[in-house]
């Protein structure tokens, strides 16, 4: 685990300043959380191409390790700030509730992977099964969560600043 918590800090620190160059003070919230989802579907193709090419054990279980922590610390901002900031601004829920759910098949996954070793049966699966429902996950908040909480009037700085703060604490104390 201590392998994960360094691997994790340099992507962390690096994103953190770029995006907050780009926007001011702290990014906005719809920035925050795509520049989220393009760094794990970065490390999804990365473990892919671990797992095609039968690397160590250790170099996957690194990668897969820092996906769940990750999606964890994402998925936790999202529950803590993001959705409860979208609710006020949606007259309806049902796309703040289908993003909890998949939340939950996600922990789900992660939780088994964080239990495993990469030469468990299975393993590879469940980390290509995670990017699967990730990838869903991401083009709807994308395409359509993230459109309809910005025309809504959403405060996408403030939210924005929230999350960063929020996530830079989950991510000193993994």
Same mark, same amino acid.
């Given at each position: 685990?201590?392998? %994960?918590? /360094?691997?994790? $800090?340099?992507? $962390?620190? /690096?994103?953190?300043?770029?995006? /907050? ?7 906005d919230a719809i920035t925050l959380l795509r520049a989220d989802h393009a760094e794990v579907k970065k490390l999804f193709k990365d473990y892919e191409k671990l797992a095609k090419a039968e @690397?160590? @054990?250790?170099?996957? /279980?690194?990668? @897969? ?6 999606? %964890?610390? #994402? $998925?936790?901002?999202?529950? =803590?700030?993001? &959705?409860?900031? $979208? ?15 998949? #939340? ?18 299975? &393993?590879? @699966?469940?980390?290509?099964?995670? *990017? ?8 709807? =908040?994308?395409? =359509? ?7 809504? *009037? ?11 703060a929020r996530k830079a604490e989950l991510m000193a104390s993994h």
């Open positions: 685990m201590r392998t %994960t918590a /360094s691997h994790t $800090a340099s992507p $962390a620190k /690096s994103r953190t300043p770029d995006t /907050s160059k780009t926007t001011g003070r702290a990014p @690397a160590p @054990a250790g170099d996957r /279980s690194s990668v @897969a390790l820092t996906i769940c922590e990750m999606l %964890t610390v #994402h $998925a936790q901002i999202e529950e =803590e700030i993001f &959705y409860p900031a $979208a609710r006020e601004v949606l007259p309806e829920g049902d796309l703040v509730d289908e993003a909890t759910v998949e #939340h939950a098949s996600a922990k789900d996954l992660i939780a088994q992977i964080e239990a495993g070793k990469p030469d468990d049966d299975l &393993y590879d @699966a469940k980390v290509k099964v995670l *990017g699967e429902l990730i990838d869903h996950h991401v083009k709807e =908040e994308q395409d =359509e969560l993230f459109p309809k909480v910005k025309k809504a *009037g959403m405060d996408t700085k403030a939210v924005g600043a929230q999350l960063a």
